[in-house]
């Protein structure tokens, strides 16, 4: 089964109280499901804004990133 990553992001206190990440999250498993994929839900950066790009210097999505630029994360998941 081929893996999928699923990362969810949001910048402020008042998002992780509301529905974003259930939303987030909710939409990445359909598609896995739909789509026969396993899903890796790990990559999370709650409270890390986008604008500034925290979460590429200091959070998950930059982690992946290097990840995926070492061969760790296998090509085509």
Sequence with gaps: MVMAYSYSRFSSRAQA??????RQLSAAFAYAEANDLTLDTSLQDHGLSAFTGA???????????????SGEIERGS
Excluded at 17 to 22: C, I, T
Excluded at 55 to 69: H, M, P, Q
Aim: no cysteine.
């Design 17 to 22: 109280e509301g529905d974003s990440l259930r």
């Design 55 to 69: 979460n590429r210097i200091k959070g998950a999505l930059g982690s992946f990133v290097d990840r995926i630029k």
